[in-house]
């Protein structure tokens, strides 16, 4: 086997391993966009940390292509089609992914902020200081929001 022969072999198993890796990750962010758009975001729960296992391999080999995109060069133009397709279709469903997730932070700070809102509702509002001058006592329980989270 002459070394030409040898890249275009090496070439076409790493574009058909980053297809292959960007079909998995493409079909897995599709069904969590699924789950958050059917408000049935607890689906997702049980397999975060494949997904997230499989966006870390996409990242660290779409690095390496990358770096070095001469390595790839010598596979045949319809498998590099191929990765092309795939990864439009990835970027297609990632940006579904963001949108649905991004709608599920809306709808579950609203509901915090909504919650909260009632809480500190019930209680009343706490007088500051009683005849004796000293501070009344209030409800010791507190409710908290951090917006940054």
Known sequence: MTAAETATLNATARVRQMIDLTERLTA??????????????????ATVGQTQDLANAYRRESARIKAAPSELAPAPAEERQRLIAATRTFEAVLSRHALAVEAARIVSEGLVKTIAAEVASQRGSPSAYGASGRASAADGRAVAYNAQA
């Open 28 to 45: 897995r962010l599709a069904e969590e966009a699924a789950a958050f758009e059917t408000r049935r975001p607890q689906d997702v729960a």
